[in-house]
């Protein structure tokens, strides 16, 4: 993994989405977005769930279906974590190609 820059600028090129999701049973949640379309990465954040995408329609549309009273969602801007783990998941894809 190598990438270069402020961190504002690392964050910026990622061109991440993320979504920020509170409520019961998080890791049942992460299971059902798994492979939903723009759903790229679900990450865990303490109590909450950070939900991110590089296209922003695309993960709004993925994620429309869970966006009920059960979980309260917010737009978050992405940090440094989801970009590193973001990176880092690319990082596999791209070793084993």
Known sequence: ???HGTVDEVIARARLT???VSGQ???KLTEQLRGRP???QTVAFGNMLHVSGGD???LE???APFRTDQYK???VESGLEDVFIHL???SKDNSSS
């Open 88 to 90: 880092m998941d690319n």
């Open 73 to 75: 969602w917010h737009p």
């Open 25 to 27: 049973d998080l890791s």
């Open 38 to 40: 723009g759903v790229e």
């Open 56 to 58: 922003a329609a695309a």
């Open 1 to 3: 993994l190598l990438t």
């Open 61 to 63: 549309h993925g994620i």
């Open 18 to 20: 993320t979504w920020s």
